[in-house]
Structures are given as C-alpha cells and as structure tokens.
C-alpha cells in the first residue's frame, strides 16, 4: 500500500473541498464568497501537497507565465466583483497551467472510479 504523508493527506483534502466550493459556487451563480473561497482552499492544497517553494516555482515557471498570469488575474478579477469574468478567465488560466497534466488525472480517474471506467469503454454504436 502506498503510504501518504500527513501534509499529502491535508492537501488532497483542502485541494477537493477548493474544487467542491469552486464548482457550489459556479451552480449557485457565481457566488463570490464561495469562488474566493475555494480558490484559496485550492491553492493552500497544492502547497501542502507539493510543498510551498514547489508550487512557487511551479507557478512561476518562464513556459507557464500565461497560463500563471491568467489564473492570478482571474482570482484577481473575481475578488473586485466581476465574478463571471474572472471565472472564465481563471479556468482558462487553469488550463493552460494543468493541460500537460489532464491526461493523467482523466486516465487515473477512470480506471479507479467504476462509472467513469465504464462509461468510458462503452460504445456509442
């Protein structure tokens, strides 16, 4: 089995409950608090996952500057009360940092969740 650190274990949690109020706070119609919070919560998981200077250095990385610039003026925007738009700008920020990444996590969600691994070998025809 494999073994997590206690700080790993505290970032997973902080990270899933930043997404869970990112996403309660686009369903709810962008709610502010709930947006600013997750963001925050997100970005502390991160940091407790792979340590602080990691994800400094993980931001501010000379081939990511646009997608670090995009995601900072998004959070940016939506804490001076544009929450739509500085949602659409940060998940395009999001994108561009985590692309190289979202094929892992799509692969290791569907092969350790079993309705997103069906789902994913049923045919359409």
């Known amino acids: 089995m ?3 650190s206690t700080n790993t274990q505290i970032g997973l949690g902080l990270a899933a409950m930043g997404i869970a109020f990112l ?3 686009v ?3 962008f709610d502010k608090g709930l947006l600013a919070i997750g963001n925050l919560m997100f970005l502390a998981g991160l940091s407790f996952i792979i340590g602080f200077m990691k994800t400094l250095s993980f931001f501010f990385q000379w081939q990511k500057l646009k997608g670090s610039v995009a995601f900072f003026a998004g959070i940016i925007i939506l804490l001076a009360g544009h929450p739509i738009i500085g949602v659409i700008i940060e998940f ?6 985590f692309r190289s990444f979202l094929p892992t996590a799509f692969q290791y969600i569907t092969s350790f969740v079993p309705f997103f691994g069906r789902a994913k070998n049923q045919s359409i025809v």
């Open 2 to 4: 494999l073994e997590v």
């Open 23 to 25: 996403f309660l706070g």
């Open 27 to 29: 369903v709810l119609l």
């Open 92 to 97: 395009i920020g999001f994108y561009l940092l």
